[in-house]
């Protein structure tokens, strides 16, 4: 929303947004595996931006995007790691 990238939007906050974006992986093995990507932008960025169809987000945008989700889920599964190794040692 206003440029900003947002993770794990409310659905009253996706639904304002110019698109959205999903991307799933499995960190310990260093993989993406699904990404699905959803919006709209202003023409004038599609032109700047040479986008063909103007119904996507930009690409430097969806790159950015795949860049923050993927970092959260390697954070997410260091968690749940931890907690795991914790939970089996006792």
Same mark, same amino acid.
């Given at each position: ?47 700047? =931006?040479? =986008? =063909? ?14 860049? =923050? ?22």
């Amino acid at each position: 929303m206003g440029g900003d990238i947002w993770l794990d939007p409310t659905e009253d906050e996706a639904a304002v947004s110019q698109g959205t974006f999903i991307l799933s992986c499995i960190p310990a093995l260093g993989t993406i595996t699904s990404v699905w990507q959803n919006g709209q932008i202003q023409l004038a960025d599609a032109i700047s =931006v040479r =986008v =063909v169809f103007p119904c996507c987000i930009p690409p430097d945008r969806v790159l950015q995007a795949m860049d =923050v989700c993927q970092d959260r889920c390697t954070d997410i599964h260091s968690v749940i790691a931890q907690a795991l190794r914790e939970y089996t040692s006792t």
